[in-house]
């Protein structure tokens, strides 16, 4: 297939007035009758009628009513049209018991689901499948399966039969059908003007127990959306379905969000913090996306993050309202480096809006979602919260019921501010992460920062342009105190200077606070003024930054100069872990050491070839040091944050779990697991039992309780995922691939389910040590496995082939190793474009 083109764009010409769908649901072979009314578009050119297309039975074509014969390609058909508006009704046959791709209408556990983003719609029935083709729809769903469900508000129903009727324009990627055995948990809401909005869950029959905190966190999303953006729901019912077999997280279909069970269903007994945490979030994200991304949608896909990068944004405002700002911001930056650095950084990097694709499902990507998302929070901070709001407001007006580019959303800020923001456009367009380096001088009472920014080459974007960055800084005295609270620099060139002057005794700066634009910061700081951050900043992402670059350096020390655990660090973290005033959560991060991933990128970065197993063994032996140094700080910490009465997701008691978990890991490394198998007997909740699970893997000391642990879950497919993910991930390094492997061939294994896949074969890709052993057995496993799904599944397939996205990292014998397995999956009969895409990328 070829390669599809940003600047190739043109308007349809085509619009489409309304649509009318009736299925008639079976197994293998389910009816669509269509009917839909054209007009041309003043906009566009009428030259050749193209509908989408694939996978299609056409059993018969109509123009208002007369039988026609089009042209019918894999990709869709042609037909001569008459001039002006027409009705075209079409009837074709599909197949969802044998979709496994899990796009277009596909089965999972005997239930009926669609998943049309991006491109699934054309799975379903002929149609101008693309964003900027908006149109009301009604559906009519026949089946003798008791709950049918789509988008809009319901309509008329008899026996066997249920219509729905979406009263907004929206793109057929928004479409969603829903027939099952299914129960619902009910609530309602009412919406500021006084509107009342009836609330549904929709899981199988046995989930019921695990929906109450999925409810919660719909209508906090949905008064908190009205509150800080002032947008209201704007239907008379909203409805979410869980379901199990699903390729992404969730999915925004108008009114009727589709999500993956493991990002919706909840419990205490089922679930860990984080799942709570990443629930809430995503219904959150699913929801704010009625306004941008339905009532205001993406032209093209090459728009994509004009709804993805803003709803993230505001998701991350969401949570950082409900729980702690501070903790979650260092999750996001923890996250975007892990993620998105390492894809900037890499052969897969690709600008926040894309030029060119051949298969946009491979642009859900941590570029277009979190720097995407980095992006519009450096626009805030650029404009000022006023502006922000301003502007947000004339793009909701302005644009509803739109299909709308990037232009667009930059166009309102323009007019709300008066800035010029032709630079900062870049953002946009340019890939790669951008180094910022700074030097200081110190001269009479002025402190002058030195910064230079420079982007290394990507993919197809040799020369790079200096970009507009945002840098918070503030000055800590030498006592303390701060003598200049944070200020926003705004750096357009590629040197540029600011002095701070009036200055007593020379400060310490802190730089970058709140993380205020996705770079790295090159900084050559001693570690006396990295302690004296850690020990004295008032910003806490900087403050935490200053721990984890002590860290980071003594690690890099470790691994590098076989140098032993640095006293300095560990006493500046005991000080800091024990400091009572801060948030149990900021400590719980603070314990945490620099991933194997990112250890190796920055090994690479300073001219070295990392070797994954050394990395491991060195972030191992920091861990004994750090078990041995604070043996009773340890335990005093977890003696103290044990959480008495009954569970709850919140913010504060998880906080308190994540540190007597941070501690009771290192505990465990002296104590033979006695105090985890307290914990893992006693435990009513997975937070506490998965946490004593893991210190018992992690010592080798779980046999039993992986065995009970089993025994207990079987029937829960969810928490049967994290035992399979947690076996793998803990395996020692010689291991990983056999443990991988093993799993594979146990009962419960089901490749066609992407989320038991991933906790498989993602765990597998996530332990770089076992992923990258010298003997090749990670790559030759993973390989082998992607090979076999892609026949099922591509779109899982080529996301999981990131895996190999850094293999130029590494010495020669993995990279011959690496590039063969590569050369192997692309010499497939009938691989798929997303993952011939993907591997060809990687392999350039
Ligand atoms: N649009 C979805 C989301 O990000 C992904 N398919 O919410
Ligand atoms: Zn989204």
């Known amino acids: 297939a070829e390669t599809i083109f940003l600047a190739d764009y043109t308007p349809p010409g085509w619009l489409v007035e309304d649509v009318s769908l009736t299925f008639r649901l079976a197994p293998d072979a389910t009816r669509v009758l269509s009917r839909i009314r054209f007009r041309p578009n003043p906009d566009g050119t009428q030259d050749r009628f193209f509908l989408h297309g694939e996978k299609l039975t056409l059993i018969s074509a109509r123009i208002d009513g007369a039988p026609v014969t089009p042209d019918v390609t894999d990709e869709g058909l042609t037909c001569a049209v008459p001039d002006g508006a027409f009705t075209w009704e079409t009837e074709v046959e599909i197949a969802p018991a044998q979709n496994f791709a899990l796009e277009g209408l596909y089965m999972s556990n005997g239930m009926y689901c669609t998943q049309c983003e991006a491109e699934g719609f054309r799975k379903i029935t002929y149609y101008p499948d693309r964003p900027d083709v908006m149109a009301t729809f009604t559906v009519r769903i026949e089946s003798d399966l008791p709950v049918m469900l789509s988008n809009g508000n319901p ?96 999915m925004e279909n108008k009114g009727l969000n589709v999500f993956n069970s493991s990002c919706v269903l909840a419990s205490p007994e089922t679930s860990t913090d984080g799942n709570f945490e990443r629930v ?104 000022g919260d006023e502006a922000y709001e301003k502007a947000c407001d004339l793009y ?147 403050r935490w930054e200053a721990g984890r670059a002590l860290a ?105 779990r994540a540190l007597a978990n941070s501690a009771l890991a290192l505990l465990s490394r002296r104590d033979g697991g006695e105090r985890a198998r307290v914990q893992y007997a006693e435990a009513d909740n997975m937070t506490q039992q998965l946490a004593a699970l893991s210190c018992l893997l992690s010592i080798g000391m779980a046999d039993d309780a992986l065995g009970a642990f089993y025994d207990q879950w079987q029937s829960d497919r969810l928490v049967i995922d994290k035992w399979f993910s947690l076996q793998v991930a803990f395996a020692a390094p010689d291991q990983t691939a056999a443990t991988a492997a093993r799993l594979a061939g146990h009962p419960d294994f089901d490749m066609k389910n992407p989320n038991r896949f991933r906790a498989t074969f993602g765990a597998l890709a996530a332990s770089p040590a076992g992923f ?7 790559y030759r496993l993973l390989a082998d496995w992607l090979i076999r799904l892609d026949a099922l599944n591509p779109q899982t397939t080529a996301r999981m082939s990131t895996a190999f996205e850094t293999w130029k990292r590494f010495d020669a014998d993995r990279q011959d190793m690496i590039r063969a397995e590569l050369e192997r999956i692309l010499s497939r009969d009938g691989l798929s474009r997303d993952t011939s895409e993907m591997i060809t990328r990687i392999l350039a």
């Open 155 to 250: 309509g008329a129903s008899g026996p066997g039969w249920t219509e729905w009727h979406d009263p907004w324009p929206k793109p057929a990627y928004l479409f969603a059908l829903v027939a099952g055995d299914l129960i619902a948990h009910p609530d309602s809401f009412t919406t500021q003007s006084g509107k009342d909005v009836a609330l549904n869950i929709w899981v199988r029959p046995g989930d019921e127990g695990k929906c109450a905190f999925g409810m919660e966190a719909l209508k906090k999303s949905m008064k908190w959306d009205e509150e800080v953006y002032g947008r209201e729901y704007d239907l008379d019912i909203f409805n979410i379905v869980a379901v199990d077999d699903f390729n992404m997280g969730a």
């Open 280 to 383: 809430e979030a995503i219904i959150a994200h699913e929801y704010f996306h009625n306004w941008t991304g339905n009532r205001i949608t993406c032209r093209d896909w090459f728009q994509l993050c004009l709804k993805e990068g803003l709803t993230v944004f505001r998701d991350s405002q969401f949570t950082s309202d409900m729980r702690s700002a501070p903790v979650k911001r260092i999750s996001d930056v923890i996250a975007l480096r892990a993620r998105q650095f390492r894809e900037d950084n890499g052969p897969l990097a690709h600008p926040v809006r894309p030029e060119s694709f051949r298969e946009i499902n491979n642009f859900y990507t941590a570029t277009v979602y979190e720097k995407g998302a980095e992006v519009i929070g450096m626009l805030k901070r650029l404009v």
């Open 396 to 542: 909701f007006t302005r644009h509803d019921g739109q299909a709308c580019t990037i232009e667009d959303w930059l166009q309102v800020f323009t007019e709300a501010t008066g800035r010029d923001l032709g630079q900062f456009k870049r953002w946009y367009s340019q890939a790669g992460t951008p180094r910022l380096t700074l030097r200081e001088t110190w001269d009479e009472g002025t402190l002058t920062l030195h910064f230079s920014q420079r982007t290394p080459p990507t993919p197809g974007q040799t020369d790079k342009q200096p970009q507009v960055l945002p840098i918070a800084v503030g000055l800590i005295g030498p006592d303390g105190e701060e003598v200049q609270e944070t200020t926003l620099l705004e750096m357009t060139e590629t040197e540029q200077s600011f002095s701070f002057s009036g200055l007593g005794a020379r400060p310490v700066a802190s730089v970058l606070r709140g993380f205020s634009a996705p770079v790295i910061l090159q900084r050559d700081q001693d570690n006396a003024d990295r302690a004296f951050l850690l020990a004295h900043d008032t910003d806490p992402y900087c």
């Open 552 to 656: 980071k350096q003594a690690l890099m020390r470790m691994i590098t100069d076989d140098a032993p655990a640095d006293p300095a660090y560990l006493g500046a973290l005991t000080t800091l872990l024990g400091d009572e005033t801060l948030d149990p959560a900021f400590r719980a991060l603070a314990m945490a050491l620099p991933s194997e991933d990112d250890l190796a990128q920055s090994l690479a970065d300073t001219g070295h070839v990392p070797d994954p197993q050394r990395i491991w063994d060195k972030r191992e032996a920091m861990r004994d040091a750090m078990a041995d140094f604070m043996p009773d700080l340890l335990a005093q910490l977890f003696d103290a944050h044990q959480v008495p009465g009954r569970y709850a997701p919140e913010a504060a008691p998880a906080a308190a």
């Open 772 to 778: 990258h052993h010298a003997s090749g057995a990670g």
